[in-house]
């Protein structure tokens, strides 16, 4: 069965510092990997996908197969960037997601 | 908002009654997920519409638990006989193949207080 492992329920930094949330997961085939964020009184949303390779907000997140990560990282964290961060494997018929326990991230002025 | 729209957003119940909660997907969209959230946890995927058909069901949706949608549209999700551990947030997500790139687009969910 899959699995997702968000270890830090919580995280602070202060503006400015490099932030890294991580993720491992657990799944015997071939992972699709996302990460969501859920900001203040919004509703959940995709931040990045790794299939697109792409930096989202100055957020990028690389899969790492041979530690079964896919860890969050941005070099210079903004006070905007406190959120809830989720990240998902997809899998099944309907790449249904599994998420982590999320972390909630403060950065701090 | 063209959003995914659900209702109602607060829903307090007592123990035994029966709650439904509706969802409305973004217009285009042939597929329709129910997730639940509680306290700490990511959401936990319930089951999945392609259109009108139901095709996959987690383990979590017990027998209390019925989904549908009926003309492929809207979807309503109930629990029948509530109790205080269907206390979570209900969440519907909605997507669209075959033009699925992985991106679940979520409702602001509905929360349910089991009294």
């Known amino acids: 069965a899959q699995r997702v492992t968000q270890p830090e329920k919580l995280l602070s930094v202060f503006k400015g510092a490099p932030v890294e949330l991580k993720c491992n997961y657990s799944?015997?085939?071939?992972?699709?990997l996302f990460w969501y964020v859920q900001y203040s009184r919004q509703r959940l949303q995709l931040l990045l996908r790794?299939?697109s390779r792409e930096s989202i907000k100055g957020f990028t997140a690389d899969l790492n197969k041979g530690e079964t990560s896919f860890h969050l990282k941005k070099p210079f964290a903004q006070e905007e960037d406190s959120a809830m961060y989720y990240c998902?494997?997809?899998?099944?018929?309907?790449?249904?997601?599994?998420f982590g326990s999320g972390t909630q991230l403060t950065v701090l002025p | 908002d063209t959003g995914v729209s659900q209702n109602p957003r607060h829903k307090i119940t007592k123990r035994g009654q029966n709650v439904t909660f509706r969802c409305d997907p973004i217009?285009?969209?042939?597929?329709l997920y129910w997730y639940r959230q509680t306290l700490g946890q990511g959401p936990e995927f319930l089951t999945y519409?392609?259109?009108?058909?139901?095709?996959?069901k987690s383990r979590l949706l017990s027998d209390r638990f019925s989904a549908e949608r009926p003309k492929g549209s809207f979807s309503t999700l109930e629990i029948q006989r509530t109790e205080q551990g269907d206390s979570a947030m209900y969440l519907c997500?909605?997507?669209?193949?075959?033009?699925?790139?992985?991106?679940?687009?979520f409702g602001e969910g509905s929360r349910l207080t089991v009294l």
């Open positions: 998902a494997l997809g899998s099944g018929s309907a790449r249904q997601l599994t």
């Open positions: 519409f392609q259109n009108e058909a139901q095709l996959e």
């Open positions: 799944y015997s085939g071939s992972p699709e």
């Open positions: 997500a909605s997507n669209i193949v075959p033009r699925n790139t992985g991106e679940l687009f």
């Open positions: 217009s285009e969209h042939n597929r």
């Open positions: 790794h299939i």
